[in-house]
């Protein structure tokens, strides 16, 4: 691993410190410890999301402090900041294009995770921190959309929150408790602002965990095989530090592109309409990020045959259905090292799984495409056997391939394989047969 | 020697095609997912016009934005509100503070009670926000054949088509003829306004309370000197204009810092890059 | 191979020497390009917290001044402090003009606060405490007005002439005089200059 002497700090102040908290040694360490040296770009995506939720939260905190949250002032106060506060308009367009960066940076650092394998042992709990994170930031994000009080922030509430209705005999109460009141109203824009401000510090609490993990497990690497010496290692600084500034150059120039440029571009323009209870907009839209649950929760419907063959027949209700469905997609995540048994984590040697995942991100996009379209065939179609297929990628896809897949042979080590040249599983990129 | 580097070059783009293909995939999809939905069936969509305030160097011009004002105040202002925007905020548009207390005083809001607590009223001031026309929905409503007119402060942002939009459904309506000519209703017959419904090629459902709101050319006579002449075009295109400023009145400082925040961001990812290609060399003995 | 994995490592020590100078300046400038992006990007979030737009937009109030008064005082908002406006006597205006300025812990000349002609009957002082915040008695005909007949801090007892000018007490400052204009129609507008130059306000 690392070949410096990084022990306890020299300076005799910093010792002093680090003897009656070691934060000196922790800084040292988060510094200095030894990852992989053949990550490639997808491994910027960790520390983009990072800095995506130290944004949002800065900004976010600045916002609040112009922010009305009651339904009279709301949609006035979220206006009053974009004509009236200085620079309120690049404040809030950075938070509002925050989030769809945010989870564009998280979907790709997730996908990244698939690819490479690295939900298997030993990152369990890591991967798991992330799911996590990644629920409390859909909750996060749903319930600031609520917040400007326009159309689309009602009507979003409204429907989403009229899914807990779904839940056999007190789904009714679980509603009325959610608003408190009958409908969305002012009691639940109040609650949704306090939870919008309190989440994203959740979210950093467990972000930590999944870091703390992360270092104990170390990080995997395209070849998914572990480090087995210094020679396979590099010191996170200064190397990764200034891969990841790179890599942040290039990330704020696409987030600046859409705030400066298209700020609403990710937006729906009826959220520019103050909430009006009494009329719901012709084609309600969730933000590009919710659009493949979306479809998921759509698809099921009373007369689909999958629904009454697997649960109709015994008088579960499709909305519950959808629900219980919606859920899942991301819950699914929850058991997905135990699913996929394979040995070999990365996808350049699992020449099946590599094909299925491809199908996979196919699947996902085409489930945000049909979120996106009015509920008429042939969408709907569409849409349920996208469904179908992204729950078998899991359910029954991975558990089979993992199984059966002979993968190629793997490389003797990752010092081997990068600096070696010439040998057979040399640098073996997923895009190219190696034999 | 001269192979050396091709052949790392090469490596260094089989490393990368992977990640980049599921990253531009990703990219690409999300904008693609989001393509506005209410695009189905019976919307047209609008006329394209060349804006002063389109593409990244695009600027209000000030001048036809006080003509847009002055649509507005004669044509529109009779039944649509502007509430979000102040009339102190029509100096950034050139009027003089003269200008804009003689619009304001033209109308009243209400004032602190006075001393026998008597409810009182006071002319309009520049801080105040436009005086909506009507007290209340309802009073807009009875006014209106039981549509109430939009408040149009964000009218060009809250519409998907934006100014194009509100600048065809300005001219884009056509006669009873010609409506149960081309449009059809829900269930397929021909489609004849009701009373008090007017036919408009652009709304969606081709049916509208608001009737065509200019109508003849030099309905309102500019003030300014070298003004166009206010064909029913040219006052249909400034009022938007104008509707666009009011809608995103910091658009101009929002390009301008746009390109000083992204040639910044150029620089600096030029020099991050630079600086990990030198780490790259130090720390791997590979550039 | 070991010695690759560090910059330190003699496995990098060619490159080490000739790209000293070359890495000495991407390394400042890189730190330098850090530095002002993180400045450049915390001012607007500062910048925000000054009063808004419509804030700065609101910081005028209009007073008819007709119906008030010799002897009686009233109170305004402006800029969500209290402002005091007081007609003043002949005999107050005499009391405020004989003070010598330089006994005074804060030296100020009557005229000086509040000019010379018409306008000097007219008290207009923003009434807030110097010392620390509090509002002062006096505006009451039953008030404690304080020794100097002005007004009397109850916080922590700061004493006010009829010219709102400290006189006792730990307060350090006169009570200040916001800008104003009186207009022909007898209208005061506070948070607005005198366009003609009259000297109430300047020392405020």
Redesign the interface.
Known sequence: MSTRAHGAPRNRTLKWIDDRMPIVSLVEHSLYYPVPRNLNYMWNFGSLAGLSLIILIVTGIVLSMHYTPHTDYAFDSVERIMRDVNYGWLIRYVHTNGASMFFIVVYLHVFRGLYYGSFKAPRELLWWLGVVILFLMMATAFMGYVLPWGQMSFWAAKVITSMVGAVPLIGEALTELLWGGFTVDNPTLNRFYSLHYLLPFVIFGVVILHIWALHTVKANNPLGIDMKGPQDSVEFHPYYTVKDLFGTGVFLLVFAAFVFYAPNYLGHPDNYIQADPLKTPPHIVPEWYFLPYYTILRSFTDDWWLFQVLLGWWGMEAKLAGVLAMAGAVAVLFVLPWLDTSKVRSARFRPVYRVFFWLFVIDCLILGWIGAQPAEQPWTAIGQWATIWYFAHFLVILPLVSRTERPRPLPHSISQSVLGGGSAATAASPMEATT | MIRAPIRSANRTIRRLAAPAVLAAGLAAGAPFATLPAHAAGDAVAPKEVAWTFNGVFGRYNYEQLRRGLQVYREVCAACHGLRLVAYRDLAAIGLSEAQIRAIAGEKEVAGEPDEEGEPTTRPAEAKDRFVDPFPNVQAAMASNNGAAPPDLSLMVKARGGGADYVFSLMTGYVSEAACKKEFKDSQGKPLVPAEGQYCNTYMPGHIIAMAPPITEDGQVEYEEKGAPAASVDQMAKDVTAFLAWAAEPYMVERKRMGIKVMLFLLLFTGFMYAIYRQVKKDVKGQA | ?????????A??AG??EE?AG??DF??L??GA??A??TG?SLW??L????P????L??STTEVDLAPIEQGQAITVKWRGSPVFIRRRTQKEIAEAKAVDPDDLPDPQTDEQRFGSGAREQWLVVVGVCTHLGCIPLGQKGTDNKGEYGGWFCPCHGSHYDISGRIRKGPAPRNLPVPPYTITAENKLIIGKEQPDGGQGGKTA
């Open positions: 191979m070991a010695n690759s994995a560090s910059p330190d490592g496995g990098a490159t080490h790209g070359r890495r991407l390394f400038a890189g390009f850090g002002f992006a450049a607007p979030l910048d925000s917290l000054n808004a737009r419509d804030t937009a609101a």
